[in-house]
């Protein structure tokens, strides 16, 4: 293999690290088939060495005893090891008499993160979907970045045309409701956050963080402001009011590219600085000069994450950045939010994005990108009636720890008639399941980010080959959801794949050869396969993809990559800084940005309802370093040392409570109560209480050795399946009302 050199038995791999959005590259050092050791790869063009102690835990995930390796069967109650043969005949049985008997609908689809950190996941999921035809389809989206999908959507043209900020060339970083230095960035792709956050203030530039806890990266940062928690959209408001009211709109080179300006101005019309104050706890002579210094800076961008989108103003505060980004002539230029050019990028065809093309069964939520909010899963499961949802496949989700009111879901799972998992645990979600079919380690398959790539800070393009082998018995997971495609499609457990593979190809062939924008326009599809290198799998995908993409060799159509240049470049490809990319880009259906979708600017006028006084304590979430969501808690490496899964509470709100550090403290809202201990800080806003996420793993039944000596509690006992944000569907996830008490 290209990537690897040998020494005596030692031998060398490079691959980029699958855990986070970061996309580090790793050196990975095995003797004999054993990874000896894993470091930062330094001479990855992205991430240059920059690793986090998650990366180098990868061997440790690959050698955990608990790491599911064969199916598992429920027989008696108790799960069982079983062939994959064995184990799809029982899926087949499941599924294929409840499809029968009560249509499509009754089978519902979850799709887990871990997909987008996988070539499987994004091309093979579809593949799943389509053969399935259920509306039923819930992921983690609408528990994280629907909103952004939807404000782009409505504005771009299509919702995967997201900008990022470009954060190694602005001067100035407004930064709402992300934790980069722990959460290693989302939304944005950029190895080494901290060091390029670094960056921006040794070129005397400003980082602004506005976040109701003082996180690390606020206390890296230039400036931190306290928010209420909730209140983002607001607050970004008064901004773009002070930004309308002093004149300070430019739209730079989007003049002439932008409709809809005077209506998004008006919008900002009541919002004033003062107006908000009372509601946001920011200080009005504070929101007036961040407004004055975010739009005179020369380059500068405003970035909002999870804290901004998951509220029920998810979608407005989401539009709100990308807005006042567009006013202050910082979108689409350097130094502000910019395109990523992907390697695989296809080109977007014009047409009108929307949503609520049906609508889901018991609470009428619009879908959105084909999919429910998952929020609602649990009462489609509840609820009797004509598209119940009896059956669930998961695919690499754990909605029990990482979905609202998640202890009903918990209940209504235990109630299916049948339900799959692939994973790699049998863990709070999957020991509900009747079968679970094991994924390969993250070591064991090949790797390239067909996500990560659209929203990087930069353009690259990295392929990793398989570091180790994996047993023969054992599918790659692409080939185990074509499995699952085939069953729900009536074929039998055994059904030879290769044909639905090559279909998957020759469908993206086809469309690719009768579009004039592509570089094969025209050409004979049946020579384009053939043509293709890759033998099966997501591989041969990547090669069609990056080929006919924007720097492909189009077949001979020119020079460029193609999965073989990608193979020869184990460090990767440097494509080189962000480029201005409007209005080629855009694929909305006048050509322009829509600068005030109907929609949006309709919700703007409830953003009152969250204006006046305001009591009671509010709930907020946090990530720690050494986790990921909720499944990396059973590698004792990660999570060895001091107890990270702690409520923080502010000084003055423990002294009222008599709350002393450790102490157990009794968190109520409307869905449910937790007990955790007490972390008791200058850190968070006096009213807000924190608490992490993906802990909770006393379940009966998973079987996670390591992370159920720490078990920690779940906080989405705490979050409530009401209150979603109407565009997006995505649930409330932040401020939820609570009560605290010390625990007896
Ligand atoms: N309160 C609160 N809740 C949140 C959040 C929050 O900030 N606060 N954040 C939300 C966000 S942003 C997200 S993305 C979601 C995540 O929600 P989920 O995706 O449901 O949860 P994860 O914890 O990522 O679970 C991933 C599952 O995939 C399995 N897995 C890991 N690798 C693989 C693989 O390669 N293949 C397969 N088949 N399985 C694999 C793991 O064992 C685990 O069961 O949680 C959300 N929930
Ligand atoms: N170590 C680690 N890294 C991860 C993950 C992980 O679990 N652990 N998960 C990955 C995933 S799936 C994702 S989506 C990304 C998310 O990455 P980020 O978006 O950076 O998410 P967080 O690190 O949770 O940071 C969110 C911040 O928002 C603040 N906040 C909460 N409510 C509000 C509010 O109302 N307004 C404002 N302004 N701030 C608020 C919180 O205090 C917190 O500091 O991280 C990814 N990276
Ligand atoms: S920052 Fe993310 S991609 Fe980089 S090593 Fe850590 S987990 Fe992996
Ligand atoms: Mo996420």
Request: contains cysteine; aromatic residues 4%.
């Amino acid at each position: 293999m290209t990537t690897e050199s040998l020494v005596g038995q030692t031998r060398t791999a490079y691959r980029t690290c699958p855990l986070c959005e970061a996309t580090c590259g790793l050196e990975i050092t095995i003797e004999d088939d054993d990874v000896l050791r894993i470091r930062g790869d330094r001479d990855d063009v992205f991430s240059r060495g920059f690793i986090c102690p998650k990366g180098s835990s990868l061997k440790q995930l690959h050698n955990d005893p608990d790491r599911l390796r064969r199916p598992l069967i429920r027989r008696n109650g108790a799960f069982v090891e079983a062939s994959w043969d064995e184990a799809l005949k029982v899926v087949a049985k499941g599924l294929q008499p409840l499809i029968a008997e009560h249509g499509k609908d009754s089978v519902a689809v979850y799709l887990g993160n871990p997909n987008v950190h996988n070539m499987s996941g994004p091309i093979y999921n579809r593949a799943l979907l389509k053969m399935l035809g259920s509306k039923n389809v819930f992921s983690a989206s609408t528990v994280d970045q629907m909103p952004k999908h939807v404000s782009s959507g409505l504005m771009f043209g299509h919702p995967d045309t997201i900008p990022v900020p470009d954060i190694d060339r602005t001067d100035y970083l407004l930064m709402l409701g992300a934790n980069p230095k722990v959460s290693n960035g989302s939304l944005a792709t950029a190895p080494d956050w901290p060091g390029r956050m670094a960056a921006i203030r040794e070129r005397a530039g400003k980082v602004v963080v506005v976040d109701p806890r003082l996180s690390k990266t606020a206390e890296d940062a230039s400036e931190h402001i306290f928010i209420r928690p909730g209140t983002d959209a607001l607050w970004l408001a008064a901004l773009g009011n002070v930004i309308v009211a002093e004149n300070l709109v430019h739209l730079g080179h989007l003049a002439g590219h932008v409709n809809g300006v005077d209506e998004a101005a008006a919008a900002f019309d009541r919002y004033t600085p003062e107006a908000v104050e009372q509601t946001c706890g920011i200080p009005a002579a504070v929101t007036r000069r961040i407004a004055r210094e975010f739009a005179t800076a020369e380059k500068a961008v405003a970035y909002g994450r999870i804290g901004t989108h998951t509220t029920r103003f998810g979608t407005v505060a989401s539009w709100l950045v990308d807005a006042l980004n567009a006013l202050t002539g910082n979108l689409d230029s350097p130094g502000g939010a910019m395109f990523a050019r992907a390697a695989t990028e296809r080109p977007r065809s014009p047409r009108a994005f929307r949503t609520g093309r049906w609508a889901s069964r018991v609470e009428g939520h619009p879908e959105v990108r084909g999919e429910m909010p998952v929020a609602t899963l649990a009462a489609e499961i509840e609820t009797a009636g004509e598209g119940q949802v009896r059956a669930l496949i998961t695919v690499a989700g754990n909605p029990v720890l990482s979905t609202p009111d998640s202890g009903r879901l918990d209940a209504a799972l235990a109630g299916l008639d049948f339900m799959v998992s692939i994973d790699i645990y049998l863990n709070e979600s999957s020991r509900h399941a009747d079968v679970i079919l094991p994924a390969p380690s993250p070591l064991e398959r090949n790797h390239y980010d067909f996500a990560f790539t659209a929203l990087s800070v930069r353009n690259v393009a990295n392929y990793s080959p398989q570091v180790l082998p994996r047993d023969s018995e054992s599918p790659d997971e692409w080939e185990t959801l074509l499995r699952l495609a085939a069953i729900v499609a009536g074929l039998p457990a055994a059904t030879d794949i290769a044909p639905l593979d090559d279909q998957v190809l020759v469908t993206l062939v086809s469309g690719s050869v009768a579009d004039e924008r592509s570089p094969i326009s025209g050409r004979d599809p049946a020579e384009i396969v053939a043509a293709t290198s890759g033998e099966e799998g997501p591989d041969r995908i990547l090669d069609f993809l990056v080929r006919t993409g924007p720097y492909g060799d189009g077949y001979g159509a020119g020079d460029g990559l193609s999965l073989d240049e990608l193979i020869a470049h184990p460090h990767g490809i440097d494509l080189g800084p962000l480029q201005p990319r409007l209005p080629e880009l855009l694929s909305t259906a006048s050509g322009r940005v829509e600068l005030a979708p109907e929609s949006i600017i309709g919700e703007m006028a409830r953003l009152q309802e969250l204006m006046g006084p305001r009591s009671g304590m509010l709930l907020v979430g946090r990530r720690t370093l050494r986790s990921n969501n909720s499944w990396m808690h059973n590698l004792e490496v990660l999570v060895k040392g001091k107890e990270r899964c702690t409520l923080q509470i502010n000084t003055e709100d423990a002294a009222r409570l008599g709350v002393g550090d450790g102490d157990p403290v009794a968190v109520t809202s409307s869905a449910g109560t937790v007990t955790a201990p007490a972390s008791v800080t200058e850190r968070i806003m006096p009213g807000v209480v924190s608490l992490p996420h993906g802990w909770g793993h006393q379940a009966e039944g998973s079987s996670l050795s390591v992370a159920s000596k720490r078990p920690g509690v779940n906080t989405n006992l705490l979050s409530p399946t009401d209150l979603l944000d109407p565009l997006s569907g995505n649930a409330t996830l932040t401020a939820i009302p609570v009560e605290v008490e010390l625990a007896g």
